[in-house]
Structure formats: structure tokens, C-alpha cells
């Protein structure tokens, strides 16, 4: 009875072994095969790539390691270069005012935009670092339009990596106003109208910029920036009607014509004024940024908008050569500054300050003043040591998109010549 009831159960053994289990094991094999080829397989249309199931809500090193998984790799590879903008360059920690150790990664193009108004007015004149009341009544008012074209390249060779060109374009229109007035200095005390506008493309500038140190590896970022600028501005922006300026006696009234040679004999304006340098230029800088991370600040921060901050600073040099007599001096920048979100990941807050060192310029040749009748050495006309700082306002509907509002006021005087009391800047930057 026993061994019979032994005999049906290898039996029943036998049955499931040869007519279920295959179908079982085999739909399982096939089940795993699909759940093994589907795993790795992201949604791939390009005009989804961001807003996909797949994608949405995983770490950004969770999504990139899957790339190059798929077929379709080559239709992904630029929306994923987009990805890489996101999350390796941070839009809201880029500064509006200042450079930066970012690149644009290989293969994208950004362009920027920028608009900076600045005015002098009277107290915003100095000589030998005091108020110089000769330039009261005169004004000056400049607007500069530039255009940046950058783009992000790789050589792919050992050192060779991580660079962004950088094509700078500039727009300058700008016009002084009012009379110079000169006390009495042996010819009688004069108002010198010697107002002139200056209108065009400065020299035109291209940059290259390269990244040393990444913070995925090293404390800080840093990059290092060389360039030139070549010689498309004019530098025979003139005075008054043609060079031709009026000079009015105070005691009388009375005026004439004359030619204005205060900085060369054809009445040009000063080299500040000019558009361009007339000599190739060059410009070398030095950039590092240090994104805060978790453990950077005292406890009490965590959680503020200083644990998601960027200090950003570094320097330029600009070397400039003589013209024609004319020497517009270097020029020596300084910058640093603090960018924060404060609002989700639409707008951040920064607080910049820049510092110029500019050398005085220089003028070869012997001048005349009206008010005097004693020839003497053309005296310079500005340098020194302008430092502002103030706030500005980034924001960013979209991580390839950037919108900048900013306002610095002065700080520093310089010693000689005209500075403005504020510096205004708008300005909008797109990727693509």
C-alpha cells in the first residue's frame, strides 16, 4: 500500500517536471530576458529627454551613467550635453558681474548680451586725488552694447581639455557735454567747449579660456584666460566740429575758433574716449570659484541660502601699446564676489566688488592752454585706482537661460580723470 502510494507520487513528480516546469522556467528565462533589456533603456526622444518618467526624480550621476546604453545614443548625445550645462554649470551661481573657473562644456554655444550705462558728472572729476573743479560743468555720458559668442571645445589630448573660445563684440555711444573752465593763468580765465561724441565698434576681442582644476577633484576651480584684442576701433574720434572748439574769454565774452590739440595736433578725444587703441592688445587673467558644499559652513547656515552658495574671484591684465604718440596705459582688474539662490532655483542674489588699477595715460608733445601763454608738456589725463561694488539680481526661468540685473556704486576715487559714481548693467544669456 505504501510503495503504491510511493509509485503515484514520483509519477505526479514526473508529470509536473516534464509538462509545467519547462513552460514555467521558460517563461520566467524570457520574462528576465525583457526585464534585463528594458532596464537600462531610457525614454530617447530628444524633445522628452528632460521631462521623461524615466529621467524625472533620479540623481543626475544616475541618469548619466546610463548613456551610450541605448541605440539612439547619437540623437541623445546634444540634449544630453544640455544635461551636463545643468548640473556641472550652475546657472544660478554663474555671476552676473565677474568671471568665473566654469566652461562651457564640448560642442555647445552660448550667447550673451549685456547693456552698461554709465555718467559723469562734475564731482566725479579728480586731479591729484581731489575734487577738480575745472570739469564742474562738464558731463559725460557712455553706453556700451557687447555681445559674447562662447563656445565649449575639447582637443582630446593629454592637458588639452576643457576650454571655452570667446568672441567678444562691443558697441560704444557716448557724448560729453559743457565747457571746461580754466582760472586765469596769465591769459585770462576761459570756458573751453570741447564736448565730442564717440560712435562705433571697439577692437574686437577674442579669448581663450581654460580650466586647470575641477572642484570634483581639487578644493577650488580654476581656469586661466589669454586674448587679444585687434585693432578694428577708430582712434580719431574728435572734438567739437571736426577738432574745431569754441573758447569764450569770461572777462568779455567773447569767443573763437580754434583747432583743439590738448591730446595731438588733429583735435581728437582723450584715449579713454577713443573706440579702439590702434595697436594689437593683450589680455591674460586668472579665474577660481569655490562652490559651497555640505560641511563648508557652521551648522547654523545648513539649510540657508548660503549652503547653496559660490565665491567667485580673480583678476585680468590688459597690456595696450603706443599709438600714433598716444599711450592709453594697462589696465589691471581685480574682482570677487558672492552668488546665492534665494528664491527655489529661479533667482539668485550676488554681491560683487571690481577693483581697476589704470595707468595713466600719456600724450607726446608740447600744449598751450587758452589760459595761459606758456607751451608745456601734455599733461595726463587719467589713472588711478576705481573700485565699486554692489548688487545684482540673476534670474533664470530655464537652465539655459539667464536674465541679470546689477547696480554698483563707487567705493574708491581714482587720483586723475573722470569716474562714474555708478555703473548700471542689463544683461540675458542663452545656450544652445
Not at 364 to 388: D, M, Q, Y
Amino acid at each position: 500500500m505504501f510503495k503504491d502510494r510511493l509509485i503515484i507520487i514520483g509519477f505526479i513528480f514526473l508529470f509536473i517536471q516534464m509538462f509545467i516546469l519547462p513552460d514555467s522556467c521558460a517563461g520566467g528565462a524570457k520574462q528576465t530576458k525583457e526585464t534585463l533589456h528594458q532596464l537600462p533603456a531610457p525614454k530617447v526622444s530628444p524633445s522628452e529627454i528632460l521631462d521623461s518618467d524615466y529621467l524625472q526624480g533620479k540623481k543626475f550621476e544616475d541618469r548619466f551613467l546610463n548613456l551610450g546604453v541605448s541605440k539612439s545614443f547619437e540623437v541623445l548625445e546634444r540634449d544630453l550635453i544640455k544635461v551636463q550645462v545643468k548640473n556641472f554649470i550652475p546657472p544660478l551661481l554663474v555671476p552676473a558681474i565677474g568671471n568665473h573657473a566654469f566652461v562651457l562644456p564640448p560642442g555647445l554655444f552660448q550667447v550673451a548680451t549685456s547693456f552698461k550705462f554709465i555718467n559723469v558728472t562734475g564731482d566725479d572729476w579728480t586731479k591729484k586725488g581731489e575734487i577738480d573743479r575745472t570739469h564742474r560743468a562738464n558731463d559725460i555720458q557712455r553706453r556700451f552694447l557687447t555681445t559674447s559668442i562662447r563656445y565649449g571645445f575639447d582637443l582630446d589630448r593629454k592637458f588639452l581639455h576643457s576650454f571655452t573660445a570667446v568672441l567678444n563684440i562691443t558697441y560704444e555711444s557716448s557724448v560729453s557735454r559743457g565747457p571746461v573752465k580754466l582760472e586765469d593763468d596769465g591769459n585770462g580765465a576761459k570756458d573751453v567747449f570741447n564736448g565730442g561724441t564717440s560712435e562705433g565698434l571697439q577692437d574686437l576681442n577674442l579669448m581663450i579660456k581654460k580650466k586647470i582644476w575641477d572642484q570634483g577633484n581639487k578644493p577650488i576651480g580654476w581656469a586661466v584666460a589669454a586674448g587679444v584684442y585687434f585693432p578694428t576701433g577708430s582712434t580719431n574720434k574728435r572734438v567739437g566740429d571736426d577738432g574745431q572748439i569754441t573758447v569764450r574769454t569770461v572777462s568779455d565774452s567773447s569767443t573763437s575758433e580754434v583747432l583743439f590739440k590738448r591730446f595731438n595736433d588733429e583735435g581728437v578725444l582723450p584715449a579713454g574716449r577713443q573706440l579702439g587703441t590702434g595697436e594689437m592688445s593683450y589680455k591674460f587673467g586668472t579665474f577660481f570659484t569655490r562652490q559651497f558644499l555640505p560641511g563648508d559652513l557652521p551648522d547654523f547656515l545648513a539649510g540657508t541660502p548660503f549652503d547653496r552658495a559660490a565665491i567667485h574671484w580673480g583678476g585680468t591684465y590688459r597690456v595696450n601699446f603706443v599709438h600714433r604718440g598716444v599711450n592709453k596705459g594697462d589696465v589691471a582688474k581685480i574682482f570677487g564676489s558672492v552668488v546665492m539662490p534665494v528664491f527655489k532655483d529661479y533667482v539668485s542674489f550676488q554681491m560683487s566688488s571690481v577693483t581697476t588699477w589704470q595707468e595713466q595715460d600719456t600724450y607726446e608733445g608740447n600744449f598751450t592752454f587758452p589760459n595761459t601763454t606758456v607751451s608745456k608738456a601734455r599733461p595726463n589725463f587719467r589713472g588711478g585706482i576705481l573700485s565699486v561694488a554692489g548688487p545684482s539680481i540673476i534670474f533664470s526661468p530655464d537652465p539655459l537661460i539667464r536674465i541679470t540685473a546689477s547696480l554698483l556704486g563707487r567705493v574708491i576715487q581714482p587720483s586723475l580723470g573722470p569716474s562714474p559714481s555708478y555703473v548700471a548693467n542689463l544683461g540675458a544669456s542663452f545656450i544652445f
